[in-house]
Structures are given as structure tokens and as C-alpha cells.
């Protein structure tokens, strides 16, 4: 069966957010590295966090290797992968009501209404159907 486009954007978006979670990970457990100005748009929160730059590495570090992992399994349709893109998806659409909750309303909503979209598609007939074909690793 041939990936819908759609699949495959999601999985470069997935490599994508690997590759931001690892650079991420770089500005919290090496500080003062040319890769910290990956924050010059949100230097206070950075800032904010930096003191707790080890939690703060370690758990953007777990992160991205579950990132990592959903980008291989996504792109080789494995069904452990579609369940745990769900289940990323799920944890930012939570954390995006969380947002909506304390006071951001509108970017919260905004992060709930693409992840919705995207929890939606990845739930499609199609896309479902990919990954629930069964393969022998």
C-alpha cells in the first residue's frame, strides 16, 4: 500500500521536532554554545529555566528520544508507532488545554484545535489501516 503524503509530512514532521528537542537538549546541558540562539525569541523563558538546565536537558533529551523513535517506527508503519504518535499528540493537546487554562486561552486553543486536526488524521481509515497491517520486524 503507498504512504498518503500526509504520512509522510507527518513523519518529517516528527524527524523535524527530533531535531529541535536535541538542539533543545544542547542549550540546557552545554550553555553558551552558538546553539543557544535557537532562544532569541524566548530569552526570558529560557532564561526562567535555566537554572533547573539539568531536569530541564535531561527531560527535553527523553523527549526527543521518543521522538526519535516515533519518527523510525512512523516511517517504517510500524502499529507500536501509530499508537505512541497518538499518545504524543494526546500529552500536547493536554498541555495546550493546560495553556488555554492559565491565561494563554487563544494559543491554547489554537494548540487544541491542530492537534485535534492532527489526532483526526492519523485516526483516518487510511492512515489506520496502514499501520494496523501487521509486520514481521
Not at 500500500?1 to 523535524?16: N, R
Not at 486536526?117 to 489506520?128: E, M, N, P
Amino acid at each position: 500500500m503507498k504512504k498518503p503524503l500526509g504520512v509522510t509530512l507527518l513523519g518529517v514532521f516528527l524527524v523535524l521536532s527530533t531535531c529541535i528537542l536535541a538542539a533543545t537538549t544542547v542549550t540546557f546541558l552545554f550553555p553558551g554554545t552558538v546553539v543557544d540562539h535557537i532562544w532569541d525569541f524566548k530569552r526570558t523563558e529560557y532564561e526562567q529555566m535555566l537554572p533547573y538546565r539539568l531536569w530541564a536537558g535531561t527531560g527535553f533529551l527523553l523527549l526527543g528520544v521518543i521522538m526519535a523513535l516515533a519518527a523510525y517506527g512512523w516511517f517504517k508503519a510500524r502499529r507500536w508507532a501509530w499508537w505512541l504518535v497518538q499518545g504524543i499528540f494526546l500529552a500536547n493537546g493536554l498541555g495546550d488545554v493546560g495553556r488555554a487554562l492559565s491565561g494563554d486561552v487563544v494559543g491554547g486553543l489554537v494548540g487544541v484545535l491542530i492537534v485535534s486536526a492532527l489526532l483526526v488524521y492519523v485516526r483516518s481509515k487510511g492512515v489506520r489501516v496502514l499501520y494496523m497491517e501487521q509486520k514481521v520486524a
